[in-house]
């Protein structure tokens, strides 16, 4: 399977990514989705990208990023038309923390949905990675009113509980889960992962953050932990290995338009 949201960029990885990507493969994730986070590390991501065939990068300002500007948008277009981008991301509203305040997240996130829009009027067509932390809510309906196409959306890092999936499956939105699903004082992301239908279910690590049970703690959390994670959720949803293994790998395909076998 393929780990769709890591970040390979950050300081816990630096002069690792050939052993992380060889300690991944022995556990059966053949690949991943490094992450961008600002306009200056998708340069690094793609860097990574071109230089392993079995990963691949995105390019967007992550909301907890939004105050870290001049915003270099023409590096973002750079990353997203090289060939080795598979999507915009990750990019949203975050209720998590204060700062940045909303008010600035609001307007990068509306420049960056523009810019996306500008982007796609040129054949720059790519689906989205949304950041949403306690925020669905909101960040729903700014990206109706952006004419964002909800079936490219992806919420990673799903954290809510039926309530908050009900409202992204209702809009028509993909869900992603991490290691929190594994956890025990985390009952209602299971609840709400067991709502997700088969065709828009996909699996993650966010790493280096959010390592799954049994090795919950273990910091970096690496991609070669998305098979636990896997694992979890099979049990959670009811379905033999296999055939949610199958399945997750259909999916990244077909949103990602990525496979490795």
């Not at 598979?86 to 996130?109: F, K, T």
């Not at 490219?152 to 890092?157: A, D, E, L, S, T």
């Not at 993909?174 to 025990?184: H, L, M």
Request: hydrophobic content about 40%.
């Amino acid at each position: 399977m393929i780990d769709t949201h890591c970040h390979l960029t950050f300081r816990d990885f630096a002069g690792r990514v050939p052993e992380v990507i060889e300690r991944a493969e022995r556990a059966g994730v053949s690949g991943m989705i490094t992450i961008s986070t600002t306009t200056s590390d998708c340069l690094d991501a793609l860097a990574i990208a071109r230089e392993y065939p079995n990963v691949w990068c995105t390019a967007g300002v992550h909301p907890l990023h939004a105050d870290q500007g001049p915003h270099v948008w023409d590096n973002l277009k750079r990353v997203a038309t090289s060939g080795r981008c598979v999507a915009w991301g990750e990019l949203g509203l975050d209720n998590h923390y204060s700062d940045p305040p909303r008010s600035v997240q609001d307007a990068v996130l509306a420049e960056q949905l523009a810019f996306i829009e500008r982007c796609r009027g040129e054949g720059v067509d790519l689906p989205i990675v949304l950041h949403c932390r306690e925020a669905f809510g909101e960040l729903i309906p700014v990206l109706r009113d952006a004419g964002v196409d909800p079936a490219r959306c992806v919420f990673h890092c799903f954290t809510g509980g039926p309530a908050e999936a009900r409202m992204v499956l209702d809009f028509g939105g993909w869900i992603s889960f991490t290691g929190v699903v594994t956890y025990k004082n985390a009952p209602e992301v299971r609840e709400a992962a067991r709502l997700v239908p088969d065709d828009r279910i996909m699996v993650e690590t966010d790493a280096p953050f959010l390592s799954p049970d049994p090795k919950r703690g273990v910091r970096p959390c690496e991609p070669w932990m998305t098979s636990l994670t896997a694992t979890r959720l099979a049990e959670v949803r009811g379905q033999e290995f296999d055939v949610f293994h199958r399945l997750v790998n259909e999916n990244t395909n077909r949103f990602f338009g990525v496979r490795t076998d």
